[in-house]
């Protein structure tokens, strides 16, 4: 076997996060690794990159014995990681970020031609276009993403860690990823392969192996299992239908609409959105979708059009003159938009109602806990004490929960999804779609963005495609097809320079 871990136990303060985990890979495959949030996933990738150390056990690289991995050794050795979290510097070019800290240099200086040239021809052989002389903050998420897998093409990679590697990216582009690690295999890379998109598995990868808990369960050739075993196994259950039977929103009471909706003089949405129903919002990355709710939610201000609440003509100028209308928003970006990533699950969740709680300048810390301690059972946020658990250590589908109880403390009625299960395991999927169905049959709205077809075809009343930032068409329940979908969100798409 070209990689191994063999009887890898790794410790945290009060927990044990990796129990005498076993497991081996060998050179030039595709291996997948599955498990719900906590199951050690992470916990194991970071151990192979030298951000964890083993309290007991070795790894074998190459046929030779390691107690453990410091980040520079496991650099040398040629093993890379792509994180869920981008880690890109968005004041740099694509360029500089593909060699950041591998240079390309010409009698001692740095030679930017060089490695604009270099860039270019690993995206020439990815099958995208990207401007190398782009800066990165200027990019959608979605090519960010390919930036990232440049920047490995672009160094001598013998394994290459993907966590999550489709979660902010659409149809088209997961195609041009699958084409990128199947170049990857070609030339004997080894792919450890992390994903909660279960289908991904059976598409592109040799293997799969199972956590669950911190222990590691089996491993499967990809072509003897199914989705259903896989989901059993990691979460020791079967899990019939992730989602909920909905009953068919029969209301057509316009709760919120936009007439001319416009952030930037471009393009113009309008649109209606009815109450008690989940308007789902489909399109490709870059389709003005998130920029759609940032105008909703005040994030971004109009420069055109109308935005009508309850039949009367508004101007929303912040989140805050948003939420005094009934709408929040529950972020794409969670980490970095949604949550503060120091503070309590307390302190997150009532921070969208603060002054509600407090008397005068004095939070009212009965109050406090009493909203948190509400919120945690109703979510069923898995954390036993709200007032000291610090939201980072929480799973991805703990920290989304906080994010919606955050945007529910307001008593919202109509709530903005971006993204809602992105990162998320399927059995916290599935209480997260439950709970949607749930604030749907009280009366509330939820407008929800999603990349997942399955997910936006499974949980949507309707459906609005956007395309170049306008609608393309809006499709009823009978109508949904994913055909429908991906030829609505391609209309009047050229695929252009992304700058």
Same mark, same amino acid.
């Given at each position: 076997?070209?990689?191994?871990?063999?009887?890898?136990?790794?410790?945290?303060?009060?927990?044990?996060?990796?129990?005498?985990?076993?497991?081996?890979?060998?050179?030039?495959?595709?291996?997948?690794?599955?498990?719900?949030?906590?199951?050690?996933?992470?916990?194991?990738?970071?151990?192979?990159?030298?951000?964890?150390?083993?309290?007991?056990?070795?790894?074998?690289?190459?046929?030779?014995?390691?107690?453990?991995?410091?980040?520079?050794?496991?650099?040398?050795?040629?093993?890379?990681?792509?994180?869920?979290?981008?880690?890109?510097?968005?004041?740099?070019?694509?360029?500089?970020?593909?060699?950041?800290?591998?240079?390309?240099?010409?009698?001692?200086?740095?030679?930017?031609?060089?490695?604009?040239?270099?860039?270019?021809?690993?995206?020439?052989?990815?099958?995208?276009?990207?401007?190398?002389?782009?800066?990165?903050?200027?990019?959608?998420?979605?090519?960010?993403?390919?930036?990232?897998?440049?920047?490995?093409?672009?160094?001598?990679?013998?394994?290459?860690?993907?966590?999550?590697?489709?979660?902010?990216?659409?149809?088209?582009?997961?195609?041009?990823?699958?084409?990128?690690?199947?170049?990857?295999?070609?030339?004997?890379?080894?792919?450890?392969?992390?994903?909660?998109?279960?289908?991904?598995?059976?598409?592109?990868?040799?293997?799969?192996?199972?956590?669950?808990?911190?222990?590691?369960?089996?491993?499967?050739?990809? #072509?003897?299992?199914?989705?259903? *075993?896989?989901? @059993?196994?990691? /979460?020791? &259950?079967? =899990? +019939?239908?992730?989602?909920?039977? $909905?009953?068919?929103?029969?209301?057509?009471?316009?709760?919120?609409?936009?007439?001319?909706?416009?952030?930037?003089?471009?393009?113009?949405?309008?649109?209606?959105?009815?109450?008690?129903?989940?308007?789902?919002?489909?399109?490709?990355?870059?389709?003005?979708?998130?920029?759609?709710?940032?105008?909703?939610?005040?994030?971004?201000?109009?420069?055109?059009?109308?935005?009508?609440?309850?039949?009367?003509?508004?101007?929303?100028?912040?989140?805050?003159?948003?939420?005094?209308?009934?709408?929040?928003?529950?972020?794409?970006?969670?980490?970095?938009?949604?949550?503060? #990533?120091?503070?309590?699950?307390? *302190?997150?969740? @009532?921070?969208? /109602?603060? &002054?509600? =709680? +407090?008397?005068?300048?004095?939070? $009212?810390?009965?109050?406090?806990?009493?909203?948190?301690?509400?919120?945690?059972?109703?979510?069923?946020?898995?954390?036993?004490?709200?007032?000291?658990?610090?939201?980072?250590?929480?799973?991805?589908?703990?920290?989304?929960?906080?994010?919606?109880?955050?945007?529910?403390?307001?008593?919202?009625?109509?709530?903005?999804?971006?993204?809602?299960?992105?990162?998320?395991?399927?059995?916290?999927?599935?209480?997260?779609?439950?709970?949607?169905?749930?604030?749907?049959?009280?009366?509330?709205?939820?407008?929800?963005?999603?990349?997942?077809?399955?997910?936006?075809?499974?949980?949507?009343?309707?459906?609005?495609?956007?395309?170049?930032?306008?609608?393309?068409?809006?499709?009823?329940?009978?109508?949904?097809?994913?055909?429908?979908?991906?030829?609505?969100?391609?209309?009047?798409?050229?695929?252009?320079?992304?700058?």
């Amino acid at each position: 076997m070209f990689l191994e871990f063999r009887n890898i136990t790794v410790r945290f303060p009060g927990v044990l996060a990796l129990n005498n985990v076993s497991l081996s890979l060998e050179e030039g495959e595709v291996h997948a690794l599955v498990g719900e949030n906590g199951a050690g996933k992470s916990t194991l990738i970071k151990t192979c990159t030298g951000v964890n150390t083993p309290a007991e056990g070795e790894i074998w690289y190459d046929g030779k014995s390691y107690r453990s991995f410091t980040p520079a050794v496991a650099k040398n050795l040629g093993i890379g990681v792509i994180y869920q979290e981008l880690s890109l510097a968005n004041n740099l070019s694509v360029a500089e970020n593909i060699f950041l800290g591998n240079a390309i240099r010409k009698g001692g200086r740095i030679d930017k031609k060089a490695m604009i040239r270099r860039s270019e021809e690993i995206f020439e052989e990815m099958g995208i276009r990207i401007d190398p002389a782009a800066l990165v903050g200027s990019l959608t998420v979605g090519y960010r993403q390919m930036v990232e897998l440049a920047r490995a093409l672009s160094k001598n990679v013998r394994v290459l860690i993907l966590d999550e590697p489709t979660s902010p990216l659409t149809t088209n582009e997961v195609e041009k990823l699958f084409h990128v690690v199947k170049l990857l295999k070609t030339r004997g890379v080894t792919i450890i392969y992390i994903s909660h998109r279960l289908e991904e598995i059976f598409q592109i990868c040799d293997r799969v192996s199972v956590l669950r808990d911190g222990q590691y369960i089996c491993t499967k050739k990809v #072509q003897d299992t199914n989705r259903d *075993e896989l989901v @059993s196994l990691m /979460v020791g &259950r079967a =899990i +019939s239908e992730v989602y909920p039977k $909905r009953a068919r929103n029969k209301s057509r009471e316009v709760i919120l609409e936009t007439k001319n909706l416009s952030g930037n003089g471009d393009h113009k949405v309008s649109l209606q959105v009815y109450k008690g129903e989940i308007l789902g919002l489909g399109g490709l990355v870059g389709a003005g979708r998130s920029e759609f709710a940032q105008l909703l939610f005040g994030v971004k201000k109009a420069d055109e059009g109308e935005i009508w609440v309850h039949g009367k003509r508004t101007r929303i100028k912040s989140p805050a003159g948003a939420m005094s209308l009934g709408i929040v928003l529950a972020p794409e970006d969670r980490k970095q938009q949604g949550l503060l #990533q120091k503070m309590t699950v307390k *302190e997150n969740i @009532s921070m969208s /109602v603060i &002054r509600k =709680i +407090s008397r005068a300048t004095l939070v $009212r810390q009965g109050k406090e806990l009493e909203l948190a301690n509400r919120y945690r059972e109703d979510l069923k946020i898995k954390t036993t004490d709200v007032s000291r658990q610090v939201v980072r250590n929480l799973s991805g589908g703990n920290q989304q929960k906080v994010v919606l109880a955050k945007g529910l403390a307001t008593q919202p009625e109509i709530i903005i999804m971006d993204e809602p299960t992105r990162g998320i395991d399927v059995g916290a999927k599935k209480e997260i779609y439950q709970l949607m169905d749930e604030l749907t049959k009280q009366g509330r709205t939820i407008i929800m963005i999603s990349s997942e077809m399955p997910e936006l075809l499974g949980m949507s009343d309707r459906i609005a495609v956007f395309s170049e930032g306008r609608i393309t068409g809006v499709l009823e329940r009978e109508e949904f097809s994913q055909e429908k979908v991906l030829d609505l969100a391609s209309k009047g798409y050229v695929e252009v320079d992304a700058v």
